[in-house]
Each structure stands twice: as structure tokens, then as C-alpha cells.
């Protein structure tokens, strides 16, 4: 590179010194050449750390909305190779089945990860709600007091395929969620923090000893939370401080977060701050890159989802929010230059979201509403019940859309009648797009289209997992924000529609020519095209995904997966 730069200035110099200049004219195919074999031998070097991000939530609406304001991290990301829209192409834009996807190469359909929580009504315990990372075979468990595992992942992560290939690989994995740092990790992880409501924990029965800098985190997020917090708003977000007014609440306008509230501390700066201290930290410490064989990074930034939730996507605290993001990818980035070793990083997002039906309406969506309290499962329940003189519940179902249950106590001679009353009544309800039975939906070959062009039943099949899918899915039309009560969360994402399924897919190697696509690809893509980098074979028939020529050069960074 640094003789390219050389030729590079010396044209200034050529203006004055017409001869000089006529030699350069003349060598100008060779600087060419020159610049290409640079980016054929950069592409050519092997990752030693692969580093995937997730920012939960970060909508392909949000990256478009931002992108002129980024100038760290996610400003340099953009010089790599940019898929501005590509896609979480499942309905279940939940978070577990999206971080599923980003590592396995696998939709929903295949990692078996189809909500962040459904029903299994077979369990022997009283909850037969399941949590996707929890290990419902341990004794003691339920949805909400569970021992997190990847128990239930049905996939293998680049990690699982990584340390098979060569038991020296590091497989680290550092996340706000417990769910995003499970699904993206897998079942053999080396290192994994999460935070756990008070401080950032591991996986029970991991017995190695704490890093150092796990400690000083913690250590410091407890002094921290102690304080008050007041946020200071960025100059360009400043502009976008509107109050909103939702129920007796107001949102739009960062507000103070007071002494000891927890709850407030997954909505500030600080939350994603201290996951990125310790993924820096463990960067060090261990010496990513510096071993016998490639390592693997999993960062899961998860406050900006929690950001989405609490105060809408479009408000300032958004803003505050995503600049945040934007210097917390610098710090990653500028650790793993520190490593000198080479790298790929690449950065998506488990889904979009959209924003409060409130603020919506103001902004020109004047169909933007709340779920009607008649389609929430309890009272779809009592109506069933009170037609066909059954016991509640009837029907069993986390969320007013999604998978919905037919519950076992219902005898086998009504079941079928009352599963049809019950598609009857979701079909005519205003708010209600379809509903797909799981016979409909086993019938459908695995979509193969681009997934913009994909029907709604395509996308319901790429989260249907005939074990754990409901008897009956409902799907919402655009629009409905499936929250009642606002007290907590105003504002979410969930649904099979394109805000919630399109987010940004980002790869960069440093020095490498990158490009600019913006037919889309999918997160599914992004397993074999990190393991062509590192020659790690992947089965095709294993996976959904296909590998991305990363090199906008003359290189082909699938090579080896096209062998
Ligand atoms: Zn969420």
C-alpha cells in the first residue's frame, strides 16, 4: 500500500514538471495493476479474528435515516462492502429467531428458533411457555426462571463448525441479551457474557476464571448505576427532541435517569458501552487472533432495541442512541487494528422495528393503531369457549399474532371445529392479514425467490418448525403495534412486514475494495461467506445461505466454496 500512495502523489508533482508527468500517464496501467494485486493480496490474507456484530433492532430504516450522520465505526464500516437492505426474511422478526440466523447460516425453519418464546405443551412442568435459550429438560425451569442454554437451537453457529474443525479456534461470545449472545455463540463456547439484570454473568457450569476485565465492568456498572444519569443530547439530535404523548406519557425527550433504576440503564449509553469494554477486553486478554487457529467474536448491542421499545424509533433518544453505536463500532474496530492481525467484521441486525402508532400517525402513517384487546389470545379464548361450552383456556398464545395453540385439554372430537371457529374469527377481524394452518404451510417448498419478493405465506414457512409451530398462525396487517399497555414499551417489531424484516448487512476488511448493493441478501448469507474467508466447508444442504463474493476486485472471496 505504501508504494501505491507514493505513486498516488506524484501527479501533483508531474503538473509542473511536464516529463515526470508523461511517465506517469504512461505507468498508469501498472498503478492500476498495482492497486488490484494489493486488493487480490489483502483478500487473499486469512482472516485470524472474525468479529460479527449485532445491533438489535438497527432497522435497514434506521441505517438509510443515519447513515450521513455516522463518522466512527460505522462510518469506516461503510467502506466496505454495503448491503444497505438486506433481510431477516422470517415473519418471526423476533429477537432469538434473528440472532439465530446470523451465525447458522439458517432460517427459523431450520434453527428451530421460532419466537423468543412459544408453547410446548408436552413439558411435565406447570409452564409449558418455553424460553428459546433456556434448557427446559433442567429440573426447576420455566419461561422465566430458566438456566440459559443454546439447548434449543437446532443449528450449528460458525463457532460449533470453527472448533470441530480445529479444537484451537476461540469461540467468544458477548451480548446485553442472553439470547443474542447464545444464538450467535452455539453450543461450544469458549467465553460468553451476558448481562443478567444486575451484572454480566456466564453460563452456569462454565468454570473458567473470570477475565479481568469482566470484573472491572461490573465493578463499574455498579458504581454507575448508583448515579443518576442525565443524558446530554449530540448537536445533530437535537432537532428531533419532540414530545410525544402515548397514554399518560411522554416520549421524544431524553430524560434523566434517576439513582439505582436498572430498567433505565438498558435504555442508556452506558448499556452498550460496558458490553463493548468487555468485548475490547476479551479482544486482549486472550489474545484473539494470536493463537494456533482463526477465532470468532460475537457482540450482541442490545440497548438500542430497548431504546426502540421504550421511546419509538424516530425520537431523539434514538439519535443519542445510534451515535452511540456509531463510537462503540470505532472502539471494536480500533481494538482489532491494535491485534495486527487480519480481520473481517461484519455488522447486521437480529430485525427492524417501526416506530410508536402515535408518532407514526404524525409522520404521514395515518393507519398506524394499537392492537384491538379482542384478538390478545385470553379473550379469542373466552369467546371459543363460551361457543362450544368448553373450560379456558381454549387457545394458547404469547402475543395476539404468531403462533397461536389449540391447548391439549381440548377433546379430540371438537378440536378441528373449534381450530376452524377459531380461524374464522382472527380472519374477520379488520387487523388480522391471514392465518396459516401448519398443514398450509408444510406443503410450501423453502422459498427461494429474492426475499423482497417473497408472499407472506413464503414467510411464515421460513419460521415454521412443524415440532414447535402453533396450530393456527396469525398474521397482522402492517402497521398494528401489538402493545396495549403502554406502561413499559410503547413501541415493537415482530412482524412478518418489510420494516421489520429489512436491516442493514455490513462487511469490512481493512484494505479491501468494497462495493454498494442494494438488491438484497439475506443474514443467512452471511455464515458461508465468513467461513469462505477462513476455507471452513459448509455443507450446502446444511444451510439456507449462499456465499457473497466480498471482493469488488478481480478476487473471488467464495473460491473455496465453490470448489
Ligand atoms: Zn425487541
Not at 38 to 57: K, N
Not at 200 to 220: C, E, H, R, S, Y
Not at 360 to 367: A, E, F, Q
Not at 457 to 479: C, M, N, T, W, Y
Request: proline share 8%; with cysteine; aromatic share 6%.
Amino acid at each position: 500500500m505504501a508504494r501505491f500512495q507514493m505513486l498516488m502523489r506524484s501527479p501533483a508533482v508531474g503538473v509542473t514538471r511536464s516529463p515526470a508527468f508523461g511517465v506517469l500517464r504512461m505507468l498508469f496501467p501498472v498503478i492500476v495493476a498495482a492497486v488490484s494485486a494489493a486488493s487480490e493480496a489483502q483478500s487473499a490474507a486469512r482472516p485470524r479474528i472474525i468479529v460479527a456484530i449485532s445491533v438489535d433492532e438497527f432497522s435497514a430504516d434506521l441505517f438509510t435515516e443515519y447513515r450521513p450522520l455516522f463518522k466512527a465505526g460505522l462510518h469506516r464500516l461503510q467502506t466496505g462492502v454495503v448491503f444497505p437492505g438486506g433481510y431477516q426474511s422470517h415473519a418471526a422478526t423476533e429477537t432469538c429467531p434473528g440472532h439465530s440466523t446470523i451465525l447458522t447460516g439458517s432460517r427459523p425453519a431450520r434453527t428451530g428458533i421460532i419466537a423468543n418464546e412459544w408453547y410446548d405443551q408436552s413439558l411435565s412442568r406447570a409452564d409449558k411457555k418455553v424460553y428459546c435459550s433456556e434448557d427446559p429438560s433442567l429440573p426447576g425451569s420455566s419461561s422465566t426462571n430458566f438456566t440459559v442454554s443454546a439447548q434449543l437451537l437446532k443449528a450449528q453457529t460458525l463457532g460449533d463448525r470453527m472448533k470441530s474443525a480445529n479444537p484451537g479456534s476461540r469461540v467468544v461470545s458477548v451480548a446485553g441479551k442472553d439470547r443474542a449472545a447464545i444464538m450467535m455463540g452455539g453450543h461450544a463456547m469458549d467465553q460468553v457474557w451476558f448481562w443478567s439484570g444486575k451484572s454480566f454473568v456466564t453460563l452456569k457450569g462454565m468454570d473458567q476464571p473470570t477475565p479481568a476485565i469482566v470484573d472491572k465492568v461490573n465493578a463499574a456498572v455498579a458504581v454507575g448505576i448508583m448515579k443518576p444519569d442525565l443524558p446530554v443530547l449530540p448537536e445533530p439530535c437535537r432537532v428531533r427532541s419532540v414530545p410525544v404523548r402515548v397514554a399518560d406519557k411522554t416520549v421524544g425527550v431524553p430524560r434523566e435517569r434517576k439513582a439505582g433504576d436498572f430498567q433505565g440503564f438498558h435504555t442508556s449509553l452506558a448499556f452498550d458501552r460496558a458490553t463493548t469494554d468487555i468485548a475490547i477486553g476479551l479482544i486482549r486478554e486472550l489474545r484473539l487472533g494470536a493463537g494456533k487457529a482463526p477465532d470468532v467474536l460475537s457482540i450482541g448491542l442490545s440497548a438500542t432495541d430497548y431504546v426502540g421499545h421504550t421511546f419509538g424509533t424516530e425520537g431523539a433518544e434514538m439519535c443519542a442512541q445510534l451515535l452511540g453505536v456509531d463510537e462503540n463500532v470505532g472502539r471494536i474496530l480500533a481494538a482489532l487494528d491494535a491485534t495486527h492481525q487480519p480481520y473481517v467484521v461484519v455488522l447486521t441486525a437480529d430485525h427492524g422495528g417501526q416506530d410508536l402508532p402515535e408518532r407514526n400517525k404524525m409522520h404521514g402513517i395515518l393507519d398506524a393503531t394499537r392492537v384491538d384487546a379482542a384478538l390478545l389470545p385470553a379473550n379469542m379464548s373466552k369467546q371459543l369457549a363460551a361457543e362450544f361450552n368448553l373450560p379456558e383456556p381454549v387457545l394458547l398464545g404469547v402475543a395476539p399474532f404468531g403462533d397461536i395453540y389449540l391447548a391439549r385439554g381440548i377433546p379430540g372430537n371438537v378440536r378441528s371445529r373449534v381450530l376452524e371457529a377459531a380461524k374464522a374469527r382472527y380472519l374477520a377481524h379488520p387487523q388480522v392479514a391471514a392465518v396459516f394452518t401448519p398443514a398450509e404451510l408444510r406443503r410450501l417448498p423453502l422459498p427461494s425467490e429474492p426475499a423482497d419478493e417473497w408472499s407472506l405465506a413464503d414467510r411464515f414457512r421460513a419460521s415454521f418448525d412443524p415440532e414447535r409451530s402453533g396450530d393456527l398462525i396469525v398474521a397482522p396487517k402492517p402497521h398494528i403495534t401489538p402493545i396495549i399497555d403502554v406502561s413499559t414499551y410503547v413501541a415493537t417489531h415482530g412482524s412478518p412486514w418489510n420494516y421489520d424484516r429489512k436491516v442493514p448487512i455490513l462487511f469490512y476488511r481493512p484494505g479491501v475494495v468494497g462495493f454498494e448493493q442494494s438488491l438484497p441478501v439475506e443474514t443467512v448469507d452471511i455464515l458461508p461467506t465468513l467461513a469462505a474467508l477462513i476455507e471452513l466447508p459448509i455443507p450446502s444442504a446444511e444451510i439456507d445461505g449462499r456465499c457473497i463474493n466480498l471482493d469488488a476486485a478481480t478476487g473471488d472471496s467464495c473460491a473455496f466454496e465453490r470448489h
